[in-house]
């Protein structure tokens, strides 16, 4: 069983940037393709980005290419999510999550392990 816990939220100025980190615990991350997702206030949980077993292929969601990064270190197993020149619109809970299969990784439900999720609020 995987404990995933994130950190590294906050409030933050439009045009910001804040990096958050998922780690874990209770297993090794090395098999898993790691996500991030996000939930807005009164919306569905949306994909944000993914990143496979080895670190070797990212993919993400329109809303966040150019901008935000997604990382890991297997070896920390710890995974990272860079996000740069932040808007409102960004305004969220980030959940970090774990899938044994990357595929369908903008499904929610293919996720087996999900953390608690950080708030990231971003002032305009």
């Known amino acids: 069983q995987v404990q995933l816990q994130e950190s590294g939220g906050g409030l933050i100025q439009a045009g910001g940037s804040l990096r958050l980190s998922c780690a874990a615990s209770?297993?090794?991350?090395?098999?898993?393709?790691m996500g991030w997702f996000r939930q807005a206030p009164g919306k569905e949980r949306e994909f944000v980005a993914v990143?496979?077993?080895?670190?070797?292929?990212?993919f993400y969601a329109d809303s966040v290419k150019g901008r935000f990064t997604i990382s890991r270190d297997n070896a920390e197993n710890t995974v990272y999510l860079q996000m740069n020149s932040l808007r409102s619109e960004d305004t969220a809970v980030y959940y970090c999550?774990?899938?044994?299969?990357?595929?369908?990784?903008?499904?929610?439900?293919?996720?087996?392990?999900w953390g608690q999720g950080t708030q990231v609020t971003v002032s305009s």
């Open positions: 990143i496979t077993q080895a670190g070797l292929r990212t």
């Open positions: 999550a774990a899938a044994r299969s990357t595929r369908y990784y903008n499904m929610a439900n293919r996720y087996d392990y």
């Open positions: 209770g297993g090794t991350i090395g098999t898993y393709s």
